[in-house]
Structures are given as structure tokens and as C-alpha cells.
């Protein structure tokens, strides 16, 4: 009995999609890819626009320190879309981080090159 309610509670803990040490793990790979970035770019690889903000991004700056991850080749890519969602009040990709700041998605990165802003972000 006590073993394998012991079990349950032990997978529980570490495969719901919901678990707490889950959601620590999705937390921390978000915060820590943030804080050792210039950019950060959460993405999906079949998306457009984030096609568009990546190739502007790596194009403009290739010096600077750039993760990308494709959240549909990740198994926690729902877990860190449900965190971003929570911590960015963004849903859709690709959300983009220029040092240390959520910026937004392509639209933004687009609006905020075309004003001659993002240099200036991505030197901050
Ligand atoms: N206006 C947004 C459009 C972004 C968008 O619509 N992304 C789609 C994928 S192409 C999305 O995130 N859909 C919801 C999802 O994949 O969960 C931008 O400029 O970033």
C-alpha cells in the first residue's frame, strides 16, 4: 500500500505535465536562458514569423550571445509555452527576450529595427 501510493506520488511528481519539479526544471531553463543571453528567441520551427524575427535577429547582430529554442522539438515545449505565458502574457511564438527584456514577437522586433531601436537594445 504505502509503496506504492509512495509510487504514485514520486511519478507524480516528476511526469505530470504539471508537476512541481517540472515546472522548477521549465522555470529555470527559461530564466537561466534569459540571464546568460543577449537573445533570447522561444520559437517553433515551421512558424513564419518566427522564421522572420530569427533570420532579422542573427542577420543583424551575429556577435551577439543568441539561444533559440524550437519549442515543437522540445518535450517540455508546451511547459515552457505555458510559463512564458504566465511570466510575458504573450501565448503565440516567437517570443523574444534582447538583453534581459521581453520585447515581444516578430512584429515588435520589426517595429523596433525599422525605428533603428534594436542596436541600441541589443547594447544595452
Ligand atoms: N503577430 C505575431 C504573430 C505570431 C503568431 O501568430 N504565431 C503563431 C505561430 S506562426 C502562434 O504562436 N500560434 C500559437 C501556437 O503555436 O501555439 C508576431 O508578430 O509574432
Given at each position: 500500500m504505502l509503496p506504492s501510493l509512495y509510487r504514485g506520488f514520486s511519478s507524480w511528481l516528476s511526469?505530470?505535465?504539471?508537476s512541481p519539479l517540472k515546472v522548477m526544471a521549465v522555470k529555470d531553463l527559461v530564466e537561466n536562458s534569459i540571464s546568460e543571453n543577449k537573445i533570447v528567441v522561444f520559437s517553433k520551427s515551421w512558424c513564419p514569423y518566427c522564421r522572420r524575427a530569427k533570420n532579422l535577429l542573427t542577420s543583424k547582430f551575429p556577435e551577439a550571445k543568441t539561444k533559440i529554442l524550437e519549442l515543437d522539438e522540445l518535450q517540455e515545449g508546451d511547459a515552457i509555452q505555458d510559463y512564458l505565458r504566465e511570466k510575458t502574457g504573450q501565448r503565440t511564438v516567437p517570443n523574444i527576450f534582447i538583453s534581459q527584456k521581453h520585447v515581444g514577437g516578430c512584429d515588435a522586433v520589426v517595429a523596433l529595427d525599422a525605428q533603428d531601436k534594436l542596436a541600441t537594445l541589443v547594447s544595452a
Open positions: 511526469a505530470s505535465p504539471t
